[in-house]
């Protein structure tokens, strides 16, 4: 498990991005639940982290698609693969990630440039 | 459904999450699939990526639609409502979607002429690269958006580009004139020659154009000519039906046409914008994503429903690997600050005001920033 930030430290609506790779972000919702996704955007490179919360989903910041953060379900295009989802804890106020060993969406720049190809 | 691009789509899934679950037929004039337009002049031309990656249906999603694809609509009928075909064939139905989109603007005299291309459909897109990839010299006629992009592309593909804008100033009128001068500079950034304020006389060219004749005696010569000069609404289609028509489609703010158990959106509609008092036809990728929730909403209540105020409309471009973000309305303006970056490092956030109050917002290269301005605007206007 991974500590992000303290829950004090990460406002409702706000978003906090974990710098590993490929990077998660956790999201405070307005409704106070927190969820932690993977933070590129399936369609194109983008953080999430960035987007535009509302209730429990994330609109990405670029091309709009939009992720469930509960089940990180593309809720609308023009992304057609999920997101990952992760496990969230807070511990002694502090805000745990375990991640998941699925294997990571990425999109097709990212998924070429990890590939060693041209992105 | 008439009309198998996003909004037609994006229309047939509102149907089926607002539980509608009667028959429904989409029809589209194209052979493919619904499939995403915006990389079509981007990633797409630049061989980036593929048709597969084009398409808006994940593999698992069942509409329970019936498809008529490669099927023009010729009319509309009211009693019974119907859809005719040019193909002869009638569709009728209880509520009829019109999203038959744009099409691309042509100039006179281009017609047979090869090496002459528009932009707006994947079978554009396809030719269009295949000849970019035999290199030469562009000439992309307009200086907006799909030209800019375009340009954009063949540069990064090593071609010799020209753009000639017959404006003073390329996207004035989306983004204002101050700001777009700004985002037009990132041509002259990268040696493609940037001509505004003169007009297109004609091409030249026996079977294939050799030049681009100006209205100032200049003659550019072009192996490839690109003509980006806008798009028209698709609704020639609806003439007689009694469906009133301006520029486009003319509906309320909730999508409803003047006749009943029809609704329109996407870039062939012209909805009522409560916040500028008028008509506009957006042809935002955006709205076509968004506004079939509130047309569909509309036509299942038969009009009983309230509409939404509509986010202000957002749209986004791709260019010499600057994203350039916009929402709002630049035309409202009558101030626009640089409150982040700077012009000259081509990464820029830019507010734009009327009476101080904040209208629109501009980004290049800014999109966290541009998120938190245009949470903003929406939050101001709402």
Not at chain 1, 5 to 26: F, K, N, T, W, Y
Request: net charge negative; aromatic share 4%.
């Amino acid at each position: 498990m991974i500590p992000a930030c303290r829950l004090v430290d990460l406002s409702r609506g706000e978003a906090h991005r974990l710098d590993i790779d490929p990077p998660v972000s956790v999201f405070h919702t307005d409704d106070g639940e927190l969820f932690a996704i993977d933070d590129t955007c399936t369609h194109q490179d983008a953080s999430l982290a960035d987007g535009w919360l509302e209730g429990c989903e994330v609109e990405c910041p670029l091309h709009a698609s939009k992720f469930n953060l509960k089940t990180g379900a593309v809720d609308a295009p023009p992304a057609k693969l999920p997101v990952r989802t992760h496990e969230v804890f807070v511990e002694d106020g502090m805000i745990y990630v375990r991640l998941s060993t699925a294997a990571p969406n990425l999109p097709p720049c990212i998924a070429a440039r990890l590939a060693g190809g041209v992105a | 459904m008439v009309g198998a691009s996003l909004a037609g789509l994006s229309a047939a899934r509102s149907l089926r999450k607002q539980g509608y679950d009667g028959r429904l037929v989409v029809i589209g004039d194209e052979l493919h699939r619904p499939y995403d337009r915006p990389p079509l002049s981007k990633e797409f031309l630049a061989g980036g990526i593929g048709e597969a990656d084009l398409a808006l249906e994940p593999d698992d999603e069942d509409l329970q639609a019936e498809w008529l694809l490669g099927a023009r609509a010729a009319g509309l009928d009211t009693t019974p409502r119907a859809v005719r075909l040019t193909d002869g064939r009638e569709v009728r139905a209880d509520g009829i979607v019109i999203a038959t989109g744009a099409s691309a603007r042509t100039l006179p005299g281009m017609d047979g002429l090869s090496g002459v291309h528009t932009l707006r459909t994947l079978d554009d897109a396809r030719a269009l690269r295949d000849e970019l990839a035999r290199g030469g010299r562009l000439v992309v006629i307009g200086g907006g958006f799909i030209g800019a992009e375009v340009a954009s592309t063949a540069c990064a593909l090593g071609l010799d580009v020209t753009i000639v804008e017959a404006a003073p100033t390329p996207l004035a009128g989306p983004l204002g004139a101050t700001m777009g001068s700004i985002v037009s500079a990132l041509h002259a950034d990268h040696g493609v020659r940037l001509l505004c304020g003169v007009g297109v006389k004609g091409l030249s060219g026996e079977t294939r154009v050799d030049a681009v004749l100006m209205e100032d005696g200049r003659s550019l010569p072009a192996d490839i000519v690109v003509v980006g000069v806008g798009a028209r609404p698709c609704v020639d289609w609806l003439a007689g039906s009694g469906v009133d028509i301006d520029d486009g489609v003319t509906c309320g703010a909730d999508g409803r046409t003047s006749l009943a158990g029809v609704v329109a959106v996407g870039d062939c509609a012209s909805w009522y914008d409560p916040r500028a008092g008028t008509h506009r036809r957006v042809e935002h990728w955006t709205g076509a994503r968004e506004r079939p929730d509130a047309a569909v909403a509309a036509l299942l209540s038969w009009g009983e429903s309230e509409p939404g105020v509509p986010r202000p409309p957002y749209f986004w471009s791709d260019q010499y690997g600057v994203k350039i973000q916009f929402a709002g309305y630049a035309s409202r303006a009558d101030s626009v600050t640089i409150e982040e970056g700077a012009a000259g490092d081509r990464n820029v956030l830019a507010v734009y005001r009327r009476a101080g109050h904040p209208v629109a917002v501009l980004g290049m290269n800014q999109p966290r920033l541009f998120m938190r301005w245009r949470k903003q605007l929406a939050a101001n206007t709402s």
